[in-house]
């Protein structure tokens, strides 16, 4: 469900024009991928990485993080 909200409000702020927000996929960054279970260490860093080059411009990237069964909204502000 939350990866459908990610895409849609990612989507409704690009109709928007709102380009100052970046959003991160939240199947990409979560606790599995961050404590390396079944995903490896190099991969995510990677991602992290380019997100971050390519979301220079931006004023803050969101991530719904999956914490132990719950989601916290991240505002990273940039």
Do not use: G
Not at 26 to 49: A, G, Q, Y
């Amino acid at each position: 469900m939350l990866r459908l909200w990610t895409i849609m409000e990612a989507h409704q702020c690009k109709l928007r024009n709102k380009t100052k927000i970046a959003f991160l996929y939240p199947v990409r960054v979560n606790e599995k991928t961050c404590k390396c279970i079944n995903s490896n260490p190099h991969d995510i860093i990677l991602h992290l990485t380019m997100a971050f080059l390519e979301c220079q411009d931006k004023e803050s990237i969101l991530l719904a993080y999956n914490c132990d069964y719950h989601y916290v909204l991240l505002d990273i502000k940039l």
